[in-house]
């Protein structure tokens, strides 16, 4: 097929026809959703948590984490000492924790990646994704970056640049030599992250989703994603839950 991108070891796409088209002809899948998804994950595997993604916002959450013996996150973003996708609230998240996480974009991703007979899937975020990509480097010979992006009010995807900077810095970490290893597509998002390297925050703050944040007064969410490489957290999704699979040195 002319777009699973299969003649390249690393390879990036969007949303859900990403994990339809390429995951199959992928050894590892690594979804990406910055603000905040995969934020949230390495925040709370960071204290020690396993976080278990659920895909849709309403009354069954509860009951999957009643079943699951879990705490569960608001779907709507908060830190008002409750748990949700703010990533700031998940800071104090008490440790080894299990947390049911709702979320239709990230979590959706993680799922219907985990059915695609033997695939590895795992997130990143800009705070681990040197960690991530430098454990995937010498493991797979084949890997799918995935942007979650957002949805317009119709449902349709939106692209979000973040989520293709993060993926861009997952790629670089790849190190894989010589370019034609990476897709142009994968290429395009590598290019894209060294583009704002140098200040990530920055540009994190002004996109649309940043901004959308600010405005909403969530800026600490902000701030706390943009941290670029501050975390060797690894997240590995098994058996429906993300894990802190191994640290890297």
């Known amino acids: 097929m002319f777009f699973d991108q299969s003649p390249y070891p690393v390879r990036f796409e969007w949303g859900e026809q990403a994990i339809q ?14 603000l905040s998804f995969s934020t949230c994950v ?30 569960l996150a608001s779907s709507e973003r908060r830190f008002d000492g409750q748990f949700s996708l703010s990533p ?8 080894g924790a299990k947390l049911v996480l709702p979320s239709p974009n990230g ?16 997130t990143a975020c800009l705070r681990n ?14 890997v799918l970056l995935v942007a979650a992006g957002e949805k317009w009010m119709d449902g349709t995807l939106r692209p979000a640049i973040e989520d293709l900077w993060g993926c861009g810095a997952v790629i670089q970490a790849l190190d894989l030599p010589g370019s034609e290893t ?4 994968a290429e395009m998002a590598r290019v894209a992250f ?12 002004s996109c649309a989703s940043g901004r959308e944040l600010v405005e909403r007064g969530f800026a600490a969410d902000v701030l706390l994603a943009g ?22 040195h």
């Open 227 to 248: 941290q670029l490489n501050t975390s060797r957290v690894v997240p590995h999704f098994l058996e429906e839950t993300y894990g802190w699979l191994e640290e890297t």
């Open 194 to 205: 060294e583009h704002i390297q140098q200040d990530v925050l920055h540009h994190l703050q």
């Open 88 to 95: 700031v609230s998940l800071q104090t998240l008490p440790e």
């Open 107 to 122: 979590a959706s991703l993680s799922a219907l990646a985990a059915e695609v007979p033997g695939v590895q899937v795992f």
């Open 129 to 142: 994704a040197r960690a991530v990509g430098e454990f995937l480097r010498d493991r797979f010979s084949s």
């Open 182 to 185: 990476r897709s142009p597509e």
């Open 42 to 71: 390495e925040v709370a595997l960071s204290r020690k948590a396993q976080v278990l993604p659920y895909r849709w916002k309403d009354h069954t959450a509860r009951q999957h984490a009643q079943k699951h013996g879990a705490l």
């Open 21 to 34: 088209h390429l995951a199959p002809h992928s050894e590892a899948v690594v979804v990406v959703d910055v």
